[in-house]
């Protein structure tokens, strides 16, 4: 489906052409897990358009006409279409983890950041819901919530959301299970939250926030954010290893700890997986050293087919 969209946004550096170019073909089956996603959010699935109006959005090429508000043409001499309830109730919010140890960059795709990495793919997801004509917000937060951008389904949104990424800063702590807490209170409309964080720190209250929005009936993912030696332990010689959330340091030779640190690891992602799979929560592991595209369409062709 082509839009106005992709020409409006790709000047963002989150949102580059190749990345969407190769996104492009998700597209429907994108669409097929939202609409598999309201059904299990709303008490009935979609059918057809509601009488009840909600809200006006521009007209694009492949929009059917009989939809265009001509008295709004008339006043205006824009082509605007007239979305009832039924096309506007389905929302994503995407949540962010800006925090310190989320600026950890070794193995990263191009040099990228664990923070850089979950841009990207929250900048390509937004991109995804919108041009499905399904509203998309985004929360950024470490410590506490620093920006929020309510979900919209205007091409509009794309830029506001491309644009917040690229000034977004950030704390040395985090507090995932309160922002998870506050969006279960926020979020009015039942929908899907997408949480991009590396969880440190975090297990023992994850449980309950992520428990907090299902039992509010959001269907929730989390993408896990980790590097890529994070996830191997590739280093040799002394090395000085810090907290990136706090003053701790450690001078240690890798290759005496490497076996201890891979088995702590291994514990760790079996904790959070099992803590996501018991809440019914998808996760995803997020190696940064993986394409985007190759990690977001493993993703959805695979929620899609397990649907």
Not at 49 to 58: G, N, Y
């Amino acid at each position: 489906m082509a839009s106005s969209t992709t020409g409006n946004a790709i000047s963002s550096r989150y949102l580059r052409p190749g990345t969407l170019q190769r996104l492009k073909p998700l597209d429907l089956v994108a669409r097929e897990l939202v609409e598999g996603m309201r059904v299990g959010v709303h008490k009935s699935p979609l059918k057809g358009f509601s009488t009840e109006f909600a809200q006006h959005r521009p007209y694009v090429p492949g929009d059917t006409l009989k939809h265009i508000d001509w008295r709004v043409y008339g006043r205006s001499g824009r082509y605007y279409i007239k979305l009832f309830e039924a096309e506007t109730n389905f929302e994503s919010m995407l949540l962010l983890d800006a925090s310190s140890s989320m600026h950890f960059a070794g193995g990263g795709l191009e040099g990228m950041s664990k923070l850089e990495y979950a841009k990207y793919c929250a900048a390509a997801l937004a991109y995804l819901v919108v041009d499905q004509r399904d509203a998309v917000g985004l929360g950024v937060f470490d410590s506490a919530l620093r920006t929020y951008i309510p979900p919209s389904s205007s091409q509009a949104a794309i830029r506001q959301i491309a644009g917040e990424l690229e000034g977004v800063g950030h704390e040395p702590k985090t507090d995932v299970a309160g922002i998870l807490h506050e969006f279960a209170r926020r979020l009015k409309r039942r929908g899907v939250v997408i949480l991009f964080s590396d969880l440190l720190g975090q297990e023992a209250a994850l449980a309950k926030g992520l428990e907090h929005l299902r039992h509010r009936g959001h269907n929730v993912i989390v993408f896990h954010v980790m590097d890529a030696h994070e996830l191997s332990f590739p280093f040799t010689g002394n090395v000085r290893f810090r907290d990136l959330e706090g003053p701790d340091q450690l001078l240690a030779d890798p290759r005496r700890i490497r076996a201890a640190y891979m088995k702590e690891l291994e514990a760790f992602l079996d904790r959070v997986r099992l803590t996501c799979e018991r809440a019914k929560v998808d996760y995803v592991l997020a190696d940064t050293s993986r394409p985007i595209e190759a990690l977001l369409s493993g993703y959805l062709v695979g929620r899609a087919e397990g649907r």
